[in-house]
């Protein structure tokens, strides 16, 4: 998974609480708090982020991290946690 993680890590395209935010502030707070919690380290080939506690028990967040992996001469697309909603707030994911 690190490997996959290492070779396939675009960019961080969204982080977007759907539901529950409350107030924008309080849903710009949110993606600023997991913004920050953001890391990636290429020699191990490792990203981490941790979903903020704060969020609401009705929030959802979507997470979305894309990107390309090499398959002999061509590349195939890749999409992270497309189908996970299911985050848990506090939680961290390595």
Same mark, same amino acid.
């Given at each position: 998974m690190k490997r996959l993680l290492a070779l396939a890590l675009g960019l961080l395209l969204a982080c977007i609480p759907l539901a529950g935010c409350g107030e924008e502030k309080t849903g710009q707070k949110l993606v600023d708090q997991f913004t920050e919690s953001v890391f990636y380290d290429p020699d191990e080939g490792e =990203?981490?982020?941790t979903v903020p506690k704060d969020t609401p028990a009705d929030g959802v967040w979507t997470i =979305?991290?894309?990107g390309r992996l090499r398959?002999?001469?061509d590349f195939m697309s890749?999409? +992270?946690f497309q189908d996970v909603t299911d985050w848990?707030? +506090?939680g961290s994911l390595r």
């Open positions: =990203l981490r982020f =979305l991290c894309s398959m002999g001469d890749w999409h +992270g848990e707030p +506090g």
